[in-house]
Every structure is written in C-alpha cells, then in structure tokens.
C-alpha cells in the first residue's frame, strides 16, 4: 500500500514597495491574511501566509517592501525582508510590471545575484501593461538573475495566480506539513487584527497621515455568547495627527473602527465589539516595545 508523500517548505516574498507581494499571498492562500493598500509600504513585519496545493504546505513569507531606509523604522522592516529571504527555501521575486524595473528593483536584483537560494520571478499586474513593455522586462530580469522560473500574473485578477502556486508547491521539499490544516497564518488573532485596523488607517487617510501611526491591540475578551471584545489603541506621533485620525465630531475614528470591526469579525468568523483610542506618543518609532508588538526586531 502506497503511503501519501507530503511536502512542505519557505518561500520567501520579496519585491519594492508597491509590488502586490500582499495581495499575492492572499490570492495564493486564498483568503486575506496580509494587509492590501494602494499605498506603498504598508507591510511592516514578516507574516507568513499558508497556501495548500493538493498534498503541498506552501509558507509564503510577506515581507516588507525593500526600499532605501532613512528612519529605525524603516530599518527595521528592510531587515525584515531580508532575513525572510535568508530563512527561506526558495525566493519569489514580485516585479511591478507597470512600474517597470524602478532604481529600488535594481538595488534587489543586484543584492539576489549572490544569494544562491533558488529564485522565481512573478511580473505583476500583466493586466495594466502592454506586452512589448512586459516581454522587455522579462528579457531583463532573466538575463541579469538567471531564474528557474518566470510567470506572468495579475495577483488583483488571478491571472496566472494557478500555475504558479502548482509551481511553487513542486518546488517545496518532501517532508510532513509544519502547521495544522486549517491555518492559514503564522500571526495571532491580535496581530491581525490590530493589521486590519491599521489597514482602514492606511486606506481611509491616506495621505493625510503617511506611516506616521501604529496600532496595539490592548486588551481581548472573550465572551460566553461567542463574541470577542477588543480595545485598541492607535498610536501617532503628533496632537495634529490625532485630530486627523478622530475627525470631526468623530465621524472619522467612528468609520476606521466600523471597517476594522467588520474585516476583523470575517476574519475571526464570530461577532466584534471593537474599542478605539488615539494615543500622541511623539517618539513611538524609538520605543521597543511597539517594535515586538508589531512583529518587528529592533534596528541599531
């Protein structure tokens, strides 16, 4: 009798801000588990998402994107996104395609020539370029890294999105799965859902408040009729910042807390009462404690 062979393994997401690296691995994994803004840079910290292709347990690394960092912030997620390609079993390179190859794609490209870690590269959202322009990209990247594999994809439509996740899982190595079945995430319920609260931030201002708030999840109760109640505390850095974030009268903290309390209901499958309040913390990027609150390492 022929025993089922299983196969596990670390993939690494790594690409400039901006790229679709989270709305690729939730298309992979097929459901949310990373952030999504059409702002750059919101991925802060390393989260894994779990993609299963028939007998494969594929971990897919969200990392943040690696850009030229100026703040300990910033620091702290490129590093991030480096040691995820350093732990990792095989690296997927995500190029925005309209954007083409950017300054920032060059320094990664330059830094992947010496890795020695097997390489995919997924030419993202196919969708909104033309293909003499994408077939140019993909010429380039190829004769400068030399990849196993090259795909074509819209991760926002789903395009190509099949054939590489089939791909990837026969890249992954023989051996038993590393986590249950039904999980799709290496990250708590309050890490994701302080991710889910800071997403409606992100997404509802803007630019009125560029990477200037963090969001710890302080206190969780579960309730015997199945509810969760849930106190956050939205960190900013100025008194100006925190009047952006209330509104007037309100009405803007009351609509981050309505978006977050219903992704984060989804996402938990169970009803929300969700508490929010705006803290001023003028040097809340030099506090250590945020830093493991939100899943970062400290960078000197």
Excluded: C
Excluded at 58 to 73: S, Y
Excluded at 112 to 136: H, Q
């Amino acid at each position: 009798m022929s025993q089922t062979v299983t196969r596990a393994g670390f993939v690494a997401v790594i690409g400039a801000p901006n790229a679709g690296k989270s709305t690729l691995v939730n298309a992979l994994v097929g459901q949310k588990v990373a952030i999504v803004s059409a702002k750059a840079q919101t991925t802060r910290s390393r989260l894994m998402g779990i993609a299963i292709h028939e007998q494969t347990q594929i971990l897919l690394v969200d990392t943040p994107g690696i850009f030229e960092p100026r703040r300990r912030l910033d620091r702290a997620m490129v590093a991030a996104a480096w040691t995820g390609a350093q732990d990792a079993d095989l690296i997927l390179l995500v190029i925005d395609s309209a954007a083409g190859v950017t300054p920032e794609v060059d320094r990664i490209i330059a830094s992947l020539r010496d890795r020695g870690l097997p390489l995919f590269i997924a030419l993202n959202k196919i969708d909104l370029v033309k293909k003499p322009k994408l077939l140019g990209i993909s010429v380039d990247v190829t004769t400068r890294l030399d990849p196993e594999k090259v795909f074509m994809i819209s991760a926002a439509q789903g395009d190509g999105v099949p054939d590489l996740r089939e791909a990837l899982a026969a890249a992954m190595r023989k051996g038993p799965w590393l986590y249950p079945e039904d999980e799709v995430s290496d990250a708590t319920d309050r890490m994701i859902a302080a991710e889910l609260t800071r997403e409606q931030i992100v997404n509802q201002l803007y630019e009125e408040l560029p990477y200037a708030s963090a969001v710890e999840t302080e206190a969780w109760e579960d309730r015997p009729d199945g509810s969760a109640v849930i106190r956050q505390q939205i960190i900013v850095e100025r008194d100006s910042q925190k009047a952006i974030v209330i509104g007037k009268g309100g009405r803007r903290l009351k609509a981050i807390g309505a978006g977050a309390r219903e992704e984060i209901a989804r996402h938990l499958g169970r009803p929300v009462h969700l508490f929010l309040h705006v803290k001023v913390e003028p040097k809340w990027g030099e506090d250590r404690a945020i830093y493991r609150e939100i899943g970062l390492e400290w960078a000197d």
